[in-house]
């Protein structure tokens, strides 16, 4: 008898678990489909060269909603310079854009651009273009981009 309680005991705890840890890995894998970031690279690249960029991305395509809460700036350290303009433009017109914020290491533009942007399916260009970055006048500008 005593031995059929502790196989009951460890029954129920083994069942509670199996609960809990569905309930946590489930909850990770709605957020990630509610927000849709997996739809864009997490990590976007532009080629700085003469001390200047410019991105023409035209015909990206949601197919979800898109909340784009962060776009942090990795530069190299005292590397500074300025994006002149940044524009996102969905399939009902523009959504997100802003002009001519200083930029260093670091720095959020959607923070800086009073963000955050909020993408809807259907094709969206993004265009951004830069100036003045130095004193390396060729170089990779990288951003970080997160919900």
């Keep these: ?7 009951l005991q460890l029954s129920k705890f083994l069942a509670v678990a199996l609960v ?15 927000t849709g970031m997996s ?8 080629d700085i060269q003469g001390g ?25 350290p005292d590397e500074t310079g300025t994006i002149e303009e ?17 930029v260093q290491n670091g720095t959020d533009l959607i923070k800086s651009c009073g963000g955050p942007a909020y993408l809807v399916p259907g094709k969206t260009k993004y ?4 100036s003045n970055f130095q004193p390396q006048t060729d170089l990779k500008l990288r951003v970080k981009l997160s919900e």
């Design 39 to 46: 739809a864009i690279e997490e990590m976007f690249e532009a």
């Design 1 to 7: 008898m005593n031995s059929l309680k502790k196989i």
């Design 127 to 130: 265009y951004a273009k830069g």
């Design 52 to 76: 200047n960029f410019t991105v023409d991305a035209k015909d990206l395509d949601f197919k979800n909603n898109l909340r784009v809460g962060s776009a942090v700036l990795s530069l190299p």
């Design 86 to 102: 940044i524009a996102i433009t969905g399939p009902s017109g523009k959504i997100f854009g802003c002009v001519n914020i200083k």
């Design 20 to 34: 809990f840890s569905l309930f946590l890995f489930s909850q990770n894998a709605i957020a990630k489909n509610i």
